[in-house]
C-alpha cells in the first residue's frame, strides 16, 4: 500500500486509505481545514489521516509543499508519512499519538488523568522547541499560524509534537479567512492578524504564550463565570508575576493541589507575559524562549501588554481576580483593538536579563 515518492514520503491511493481508516468511520477531530481519523495500515502501524477541505491550488504546487512538508523532521513536530492527491481528494498521512491533543488533556471534563506539573512544563519546553526549528532551522522560515493547544499533539510518552505545521502555505489563500473566522482560533490570534500588517513568526510566539496560560491553569483563557461576567486569566497572571507579594501558586491548575516547582512556574508564567507584548518587536524569539525555559538565561519581569490593562469599564467584563479581594479589574473584550490605543511604552526593555 502507498509507494514511495520523495524520500521518505510515501504517496497513498484514496482507496487504500479509505481501507485503512474503514471509511473513514473513527474521527479523531477536525477544525477550518477539514478532519481527521484514525487508520491501519496492512503492516498494522497506526495512523491518523487529513482529509483536507478548501484547497486551492494545483496539482503541482500541492506535491511540492507537501514533499516540502515532509522533508521536515524533529522529535516536537508530528512526523508526516505520506499524502493522496486524486482529483479533489487531497489527504495526508501521518503518525497517530495516541494520548492525543493538549486539549483534550487540559480541558476534558472525561479525562481523570490530570497533568503533572513535571510534564505540563516539559510540554511547554518541547512545543517551544519544535517552535524554533520550524522558524529558524528550516531553510526557509516556517510560521505555523495556529498555534493552539488542539495543535500540541502527545505521543505514548506525552513528548508534544506540533501537528498542522505547513498548512498556511497548503492551503493557500482562504488560510486566513478560515483562521480569522474559526470558532476557538481568534483567542490565540496576535493583534496583527486584526490590524492586517504582514504575519511574521511572532504571531506564533503570541499565539503560543496564550496557549502556555492554559497549560498553567488547565482552563481556557476566558471563561464565563456564574454571574454572567467574562474571566480572562492572562490579565490575572500579568497582575500578580508583577507583584512583590503575589499568589503565584493561585495561579496553578487547581487539580494539581499546589504541587508544581516554584521557579518554573514563575518562569514559564513571566515567559508568556512576554509572548503576548503588543508589538512584536517586543516579543522574544522561540529560540530565546527555549533558552529561558531551560534555564541557560534568566527572565526578566515583564511589563503588563497594553491588551491586558484596563481601558473602559464595561459592566459584564472583569478579569481573573483573587476570591478575597472585594474589587475587580475591570477591561473591554476584544482584546485586538487594544493594541492600537495606546503608545508603546517599553520599547527599552527585553525578555531576557
Known amino acids: 500500500m502507498g509507494k514511495a515518492v520523495d524520500g521518505s514520503l510515501m504517496a497513498f491511493g484514496y482507496r487504500d486509505l479509505q481501507s485503512a481508516t474503514k471509511n473513514f468511520s473513527e474521527k479523531l477531530g477536525g477544525g477550518g481545514f477539514g478532519s481527521v481519523f484514525k487508520g491501519v495500515l496492512p503492516d498494522t502501524t497506526v495512523i491518523a489521516v487529513k482529509k483536507l477541505e478548501s484547497i486551492s491550488q494545483g496539482e503541482k504546487q500541492f506535491r511540492s509543499e507537501v514533499s516540502t512538508i515532509g522533508t521536515i523532521q524533529h522529535v516536537n513536530l508530528v512526523r508526516l508519512r505520506g499524502f493522496c492527491s486524486e482529483g479533489n481528494k487531497k489527504l495526508l498521512v501521518y503518525d497517530y499519538m495516541p494520548n492525543g491533543s493538549l486539549d483534550s488533556l487540559l480541558f476534558s471534563e472525561k479525562n481523570t488523568n490530570v497533568l503533572d506539573w513535571k510534564t505540563r512544563y516539559s510540554i511547554a519546553l518541547g512545543t517551544a522547541r519544535g517552535l524554533n526549528y520550524l522558524h529558524e532551522k528550516c531553510r526557509d522560515c516556517i510560521i505555523h499560524c495556529d498555534i493552539k493547544p488542539e495543535n500540541i499533539l502527545l505521543d505514548a510518552q506525552f513528548c508534544p509534537k506540533v501537528a498542522d505545521f505547513g498548512l498556511a502555505k497548503l492551503v493557500g489563500r482562504d488560510f486566513s479567512r478560515v483562521l480569522t473566522t474559526m470558532r476557538g482560533t481568534r483567542g490565540y490570534l496576535a493583534p496583527e492578524w486584526i490590524s492586517g500588517v504582514a504575519i511574521t513568526a511572532k504571531a506564533d510566539v503570541y499565539s503560543y504564550g496564550m496557549m502556555i496560560f492554559e497549560v498553567v491553569s488547565g482552563r ?3 471563561e464565563q463565570s456564574e454571574d454572567g461576567k467574562l474571566k480572562f486569566f492572562p490579565s490575572y497572571v500579568a497582575n500578580q508575576i508583577n507583584q512583590e507579594d503575589g499568589d503565584i501558586l493561585s495561579l496553578l491548575d487547581h487539580r494539581l493541589e499546589g504541587d508544581a516547582d516554584l521557579e518554573e512556574l514563575i518562569r514559564v ?29 534568566s527572565v526578566n519581569p515583564p511589563p503588563t501588554p497594553r491588551c491586558l490593562q484596563v481601558f473602559d469599564t464595561q459592566e459584564n467584563i472583569v478579569f481573573f481576580t483573587e476570591s478575597s479581594s472585594s474589587q475587580s479589574s475591570q477591561a473591554q473584550s476584544h482584546t ?14 527585553s525578555p531576557e536579563s
Open 269 to 297: 508564567c513571566k515567559v508568556a507575559c512576554w509572548c503576548i507584548q503588543d508589538e512584536e518587536t517586543q516579543r522574544p524569539s522561540m529560540g530565546h524562549v527555549v533558552q529561558i525555559l531551560e534555564g541557560v538565561v
Open 336 to 349: 485586538s483593538t487594544a493594541s492600537t490605543q495606546t503608545k508603546n511604552t517599553t520599547s527599552n526593555k
Open 220 to 222: 481556557r483563557n476566558s
